[in-house]
């Protein structure tokens, strides 16, 4: 669900002597309190089965993500693209996590509304050939309602790194909403 202005519960005025019916709890005191704790989109996915991505010298989408929750189908697993439904600060979190490769810098980066977002998360050479490389990003963001967010990568290597696709240590992407 949205939240607009029309379905934010309004204030009751009470009058002196007024008898609180069960009408008068249930939408000016339930609902008043529950609200906060209502519509806070969460959404996590990650690698965990089927195709990984290809990382190559080109910032890359992170696709073919399997949602383990999505609690407002605002993410697309084909193109790795989520969609905020409400207005407010999310916290949004990702990695990338390639195959081993001693030759390669890795980069990820969160891109909104198709703008890069500073900053980027750099890991330098650090992988042998028995070592994953992995390379995460967390920032508070603002987002409106509609905005898109996604999670790119890139290397250095000169070709293209496949994603590490595994139930233990696999790419991610996820966003929790914060405070309106």
Known sequence: MVVTPS????PHTWAVGEIPTAANWNSYIRDAFNFP???????????????GTSIGGAWTDLT????EVDSNAGLNTGTGVYTSPNAGWYIVTGSVVVVPNSNADIAVRLWQNNSFMPPCAF??????????????????VYLAANDTI???????????LATVVDTL????????????
């Open 7 to 10: 379905n934010i519960p309004a």
């Open 64 to 67: 073919n993500l399997v949602v």
């Open 169 to 180: 240590e696999s790419s991610f992407f996820e966003t929790f909403f914060f405070s309106q």
């Open 150 to 160: 996604r999670i790119q990568g890139v290397n250095s290597s000169g070709g293209n």
């Open 37 to 51: 704790l209502k519509f806070r989109p969460i959404m996590r996915a990650a690698q965990t089965s089927g195709a």
């Open 123 to 140: 890991a330098t050479r650090h992988m042998s050939t028995a070592d994953r490389g992995q390379v995460n990003v967390t920032k508070l």
